[in-house]
């Protein structure tokens, strides 16, 4: 049995996110291109000896990035749109981050969220352009990777299905055109490699792991039988992940040298294919054995009782041991972090670790030992004692979850019969005016938190100062003539970390970074322990905002599944049971806003879509649980007490049941770049509940005119009736300009005014 360690990607960032640094730097012209460059190398070449001194036999190129791997490929293919009139042989660094970020007076390509991840990849645009090879960058990374450090490595690709599948811009016709002109362009850049000598490709797949249909799976196996006719001497190795291989039974007879699989996220499934039918003796099998979306450390007893299952049940000759997808979706080390609790520090895992454990698994299997080290037996240790930690056994947690029966999810009255008592107690206008939470974090906001987390001013003083931006935006807002106000959100950098610092249970890093999109990095909050509410977080800002006027101050929370989802979550319970415990912590603060006379309070849910399942059929157990955590959070409200609740940007087609579901009194909800459409769900799937379609876009400086809200807010009336409708921004207004935010809702108001008047 010959067995390899490696992985799929490594994280780019660095330990310092030196990455992200040195791009932002170039954009901000304090680099020039050359230093770009350079700088660029040697981020790639410490990253490949960094992999190499952990142990990692065999090294990957091609999974660094300037920006996001999807535009590499776009622009290595001159996958180019019109509207940035490149000319060029090679796309120039100019033209590919105006692809990214946008430009002077061109629009960027659009983002969108990479399979289940946090992760957002620059969505590729056909146009019917002719294509060609414009660079072979992979070429570039081989070559460099053999020349400074003398190493073999495998090139890793994002493969043809899985490219077209995530572009847009064609249509069932158009398609076949595209996917012909890119499979010669992949054959050349597979045939470039192999004659520079690499033994394997690694072509990324994830989009098999998705549902197929049966044409779906004709063209896949079109497009590799086509790649094996034109670089027959190219070792593929096909990687799925994130899900277990879709039509394995086909698939797999695929000619290429090798397929990986996914034996974390799609192990059931995986398994269960290899017992019924086998896997194919002449290729190599990828084992993604180490989770590569979590921060836990392995049990290694489990991990290679499990590789050596898989090993026996598929019979092959050759095996790679690798994580169960890229490690660009966990942070570099946690030999950064200083400051975490021993325990739980003990039992993290990051890319770095993660690494040491796939050198672990494979030294032990090779040699039936663990290597003379004592690994096993600590990463046991580590994991039971995280188990035992006083943060999992919080008697007060177990209590309330054990209290909980149906009753807690839902409210005594249904919408219909609170929306009168709700009208008669709250005696709103009609078209009544809101915002979503938070408005611009000026630069003193943003330097007071500074001074006060570095303790150079005093809490008293932090608070007074907060305290005074607050009643400056409760009289601006009532100038404006809003009317729900809301008290800016001026304490919270982030709407998770925000609670997370106040809860039992979570955890924060120092370094613990990963990307979201281009160079923006989050640091994700670890929720380790049970959550347990232990004294009010928002009550005394809402509340001294309404004690300053006579409008209603809304109450500013964020929902329990997006607390969840973009956290790191323990691995102990299932997320059903942690979202059930963040939803009777934020039920407890929903109480102490009540008991201070709140009568509007929100709870914001923009993670509740982005957590659905990667396949449709597992949507239904997700969004059961989810709802029913909102639910728990919400329902134990007096009926007059308005429960609002927030989306961004939201495919209502196939979301309106879920939302109808939360059975929140109103959803405010960012529509105004795809307003049409969203009418268009309307009308076929009535809304009856309250409702804000968002009137204009705030990722954008520009202030909307009044007669533009105007033609706005006549379209919703079509589907959208008096009784029910809100007029609102898209989203929070936190990264705006005060004045351009006053200027947006000044119009926005008058527009509402209008309406009344109209009627
Ligand atoms: N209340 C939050 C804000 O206004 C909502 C942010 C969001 O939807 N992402 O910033
Ligand atoms: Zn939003």
Do not use: C, N
């Given at each position: 049995m010959n067995l390899v360690s490696t992985a799929i990607g490594y994280p780019y960032i660095g330990e310092n996110r030196e990455w992200k640094r040195c791009v932002e730097s170039f954009w901000k012209g304090a680099k020039s291109e050359a230093q770009l460059m350079a700088e660029m190398k040697s981020i790639r070449l410490n990253n490949l000896k960094r992999q190499q001194s952990l142990g990692l036999e065999y090294l990957t190129v091609g999974d660094f990035t300037f920006y996001d791997r999807m535009l590499d490929l776009a622009t290595m293919f001159g996958l180019v749109p019109n509207r940035y009139q490149w000319t060029g042989e090679e796309v120039d660094i100019t033209t590919y981050y105006a692809m990214a970020r946008g430009a002077k007076d061109v629009v960027a390509c659009e983002m969108t969220k990479w399979f289940n991840t946090n992760y957002h990849y620059i969505v590729p645009e056909y146009e019917g352009q002719s294509l060609q090879l414009t660079k072979n960058y992979l070429l570039d990374y081989f070559t460099e990777a053999e020349e400074e450090l003398g190493l073999n490595t495998k090139p890793t690709i994002i493969g043809p299905y899985t490219f077209v599948k995530l572009a847009?811009?064609?249509?069932a016709k158009t398609k076949a055109f595209f996917i012909l002109k890119l499979i010669p362009l992949y054959a050349q850049v597979f045939q470039q490699l192999v004659d520079a000598g690499a033994r394997w490709i690694q072509v990324e797949e994830p989009a098999l792991a998705l549902s197929l249909t049966a044409d779906d799976v004709k063209l896949v196996q079109v497009i590799y039988k086509q790649l094996a006719t034109e670089v027959p001497a190219a070792q593929i190795m096909l990687q799925t992940y994130f899900e277990g291989l879709s039509a394995y039974e086909e698939l797999?007879?695929?000619?290429?040298a090798g397929i990986g699989l996914d034996f974390i996220h799609g192990a059931e499934e995986n398994m269960a294919s290899l017992r019924k039918h086998g896997f194919p003796q002449d290729k190599v099998l990828g084992m993604g054995v180490v989770n590569g979306r979590d921060i836990w450390r392995a049990n290694l007893a489990e991990r290679a009782t499990q590789t050596k299952a898989v090993l026996s049940l598929s019979g092959v000759k050759e095996a790679w041991i690798q994580s169960s997808c890229s490690l660009q979706h966990v942070p570099v080390t946690t030999k950064s972090e200083t400051r975490l609790d021993a325990t739980l520090k003990d039992a993290l895992s990051f890319a770095d670790e993660k690494i040491v454990e796939l050198t672990h698994i494979t030294s032990y299997i090779r040699d039936e030992a663990w290597a003379g080290n004592k690994s096993v037996s600590q990463s046991m240790l580590a994991t039971q004692a995280l188990a035992q930690h006083k943060a999992r056994k919080n008697a007060r947690v177990n209590e309330l979850v054990s209290q909980v029966?149906?009753?807690?999810?839902?409210?005594?009255?249904?919408f219909k019969e609170r929306q009168p008592v709700q009208k008669e107690a709250l005696k709103l206008p009609d078209y009544p005016t809101t915002t979503i939470g938070s408005f611009p974090q000026s630069d003193p906001v943003k330097r007071t938190r500074t001074a006060w987390r570095k303790k150079e001013i005093t809490e008293a003083e932090y608070t007074a100062f907060l305290k005074s931006e607050t009643a400056r935006w409760i009289q601006i807002q009532e100038e404006i003539g809003l009317d729900v106000l809301v008290h800016g959100e001026f304490e919270r950098t982030d709407m998770v970390e925000y609670f997370g610092e106040k809860l039992e249970g979570f955890a924060f890093t120092e370094k613990a970074w990963v990307v979201s999109y281009g160079s923006r990095c989050v640091k994700p909050p670890i929720i380790y322990g049970d959550v347990e509410w232990i004294?009010?977080?928002t009550v005394r800002e809402v509340d001294e905002a309404q004690q300053l006027t006579s409008k209603y101050v809304k109450g500013m929370l964020t929902g329990p599944v997006t607390i969840l989802n973009w956290s790191f979550v323990r691995?102990?319970?299932s997320r059903e049971q942690v979202a059930n415990q963040l939803a009777l912590a934020l039920r407890e603060e929903i109480q102490a806003l009540e008991d201070a006379g709140i009568a509007i309070i929100q709870v914001d849910e923009p993670a509740l879509r982005e957590g659905?399942?990667?396949?449709?059929?597992n949507w239904a157990d997700y969004l059961a649980w989810g709802v029913n955590a909102f639910k728990l959070a919400t329902s134990n409200v007096k009926n007059e007490t308005q429960i609002h609740t927030h989306m961004c940007y939201c495919e209502f087609n196939d979301f309106i049941e879920p939302i109808r579901a939360l059975d929140a009194d109103v959803i405010s909800i960012e529509t105004s770049r795809s307003h049409g459409e969203l009418i268009q769900s309307l009308k076929q799937n009535p809304y009856e509940l309250g409702i804000g379609l968002g009137v204009y876009d705030i990722h954008s400086p520009r202030v909307p005119s009044e007669e533009e809200i105007d033609a706005i807010l006549n379209d919703s009336l079509e589907v959208i009736s008096k009784d029910q409708f809100w007029v609102n921004p898209d989203c929070g207004l936190k990264t705006r300009q005060e004045e351009e935010t006053i200027a947006s809702l000044k119009n926005m108001v008058a527009a509402a005014r209008n309406l009344r008047q109209q009627q």
């Open positions: 847009k811009g064609y249509d797999s007879q695929l000619p290429v029966t149906p009753e807690h999810f839902a409210r005594p009255m249904t004294a009010p977080m691995d102990d319970l659905l399942p990667l396949r449709k059929e």
